[in-house]
């Protein structure tokens, strides 16, 4: 049982390349979430999804989009990279919006 | 949408003592507080949480305190420890929205 697992760990892109964080939850959960954050700033939602085919914007989603490819996957995709993206991105997911997040282990990206 | 404040944002205690970290709240409508501990590199993990129905609740050392009039809850360590060091989230959520968290406190407990 491996919980919410996102890859990559670490990423380093240049200004302008596009990239997909993957994340996935065996824990059979309705809700995932991508927040980033940034020192000083908390965890920001970026993302979430309620349940398969669901998407709808959080605090911070501009220069990005996702997927809900299915219950299990939740996908970040950064079209065209800024360096005020970089930051760590983590993705969670909850049975339901008020209930426990479990989160994964985070992906560091630096944009250059 | 739901705005949760965190104070302070910085805290050091003295190994023993008590540490006392406090939130606010918007959104009357939100049920359910978690407090999320994350350690140097490592994810946030939950700690403890309440809901809209309890005032308060207690596991070993850790302990919250939710006020719903006030729209304030908060998270209380007691015999604080070097393993307590850590940056603490709180967050809020109803049934119909996400968790929204604060911005953190670093927590240092000095030996």
Do not use: F, G, L, T
């Given at each position: 049982n491996a919980g919410v697992t996102q890859t990559p760990k670490f990423q380093v892109l240049k200004t302008g390349q596009s990239m997909t964080l993957q994340c996935a939850q065996d824990?059979?959960?309705n809700s995932m979430y991508w927040y980033r954050q940034d020192p000083g700033m908390g965890l920001r939602l970026i993302y979430y999804s309620a349940s398969e085919g669901t998407t709808d914007k959080g605090e911070v989603p501009n220069g990005y989009n996702v997927s809900r490819l299915n219950k299990r996957e939740f996908s970040l995709r950064l079209e065209s990279a800024a360096p005020s993206q970089t930051s760590v991105y983590f993705c969670a997911s909850s049975a339901n919006w008020n209930t426990e997040a479990f989160f994964g282990q985070g992906t560091r990206l630096t944009v250059v | 949408g739901e705005n949760v404040e965190q104070h302070p944002s910085t805290l050091s205690v003295q190994e023993g003592d008590s540490a006392v970290i406090k939130c606010t709240y918007s959104?009357?409508?939100?049920?359910y507080f978690p407090w999320y501990k994350q350690e140097l590199g490592k994810r946030p993990q939950l700690i403890i949480d309440i809901r809209s129905n309890v005032g308060e609740k207690k596991d070993q050392r850790i302990a919250v305190t939710l006020n719903k009039t006030a729209k304030h809850f908060s998270l209380h360590i007691t015999e604080t420890q070097p393993e307590d060091s850590a940056v603490y989230f709180c967050a809020a959520a109803s049934g119909n929205t996400p968790l929204v968290f604060g911005k953190g406190t670093r927590l240092s407990v000095i030996a």
């Open positions: 824990m059979n959960h | 959104d009357s409508a939100s049920n």
